[in-house]
């Protein structure tokens, strides 16, 4: 029988939890990194072309959108052809993911087209707080603080640019702070979690 | 009381099986996944993984990816249970009685 000291014991222990930690951050990595980069991105330009083109916001938003959408969909499905872990539970789990982000994609839309609004910056305000509330929700729904905290700090940032920021220049704040605030954790994800 | 297991002891064998241990109970994970998630070689982890196959505690499957051999590492109920005493084992030593990974 093996007989080790509490010291050996206390070693493979967090031997143990360093693997596992190490091992679902490279696997919940290798996609959440190049979508918030992506995202991020995204955010940076659609800000910024919303500040330098006021009036072509929704349209400017309506391609980088589906652009983003149709990218995520690729980076999901690439991924998935790659076939280095595969588990029919977490198949289940991104299919589940989808239709959340669905719904809170539609709950967005129509709370933007049904409930008046004074300006741009609200609207905004408004869709990007419903956004960070699902980071929320997916961070505690995967355990995953990162995303609980990306999704706090942006949704904090947003409310302070909507209340000290000039209307004018609200848009540049965003993509500094909301486009910055995607973009940033997912570099580090990307270069960290491997 | 759970006593230490002498095939996952060994400090390869125990970070491979804690690896697969971190994943879903159904997942199949890639062998060169493996192999960088742990920074081993093709000859150390193959060595290691045949220890745990005799054991009946780790499956390899053969197959192909769009025409290109794979091979993927699953870890059995008999594997995961053996880690979970294994590890519960640890924690005896240490005076904590309780399971988890």
Known sequence: MTSISPEEAREALADI?????????????????????????????????????????????????????????????????????ESAQARQLMGQLAWFWLAVMAYAMALTLLIPRKNGVDEMTL?????MLAYVLMGIWLRSPILVVIGLVVTVATLAGRAWIPHRYFMLWMAVFGGGGLFFPGLYVKLRWK | ?????????????????????ALEADARVDFTYV??????????????????????????????VERKPRTYLHL??????????????????????????
């Open chain 2, 35 to 64: 192999k960088n998630l742990l920074k081993l070689s093709d000859g150390n982890l193959g060595a290691h993984l045949m220890k745990l196959e005799e054991a009946g505690y780790l499956v390899q499957e053969k197959t192909f």
């Open chain 1, 127 to 131: 869709i990007v707080c419903i956004m």
């Open chain 1, 17 to 85: 939890d360093q693997v596992a930690r190490q091992t679902r951050r490279v696997v919940a990595g290798s996609q959440m990194g190049p979508i918030l980069l992506l995202w991020g991105v995204i955010w940076m330009i659609g800000f910024t072309l919303s500040f330098l083109f006021p009036r072509e916001a929704a349209r400017i938003w309506m391609v980088l959108s589906g652009a983003g959408l149709l990218t995520t969909a690729v980076i999901g499905i690439r991924h998935h052809r790659q076939k280095m872990v």
């Open chain 2, 76 to 101: 059995t109920t008999e594997g995961r249970t053996a880690f979970e005493q294994h590890v519960a084992a640890l924690k005896a030593i240490l005076g904590d009685g309780s399971l988890g990974g």
């Open chain 2, 1 to 21: 009381m759970a006593e230490l297991n002498e095939v996952i002891h060994q400090t390869v064998r125990l970070r491979i099986v804690a690896a697969l241990a």
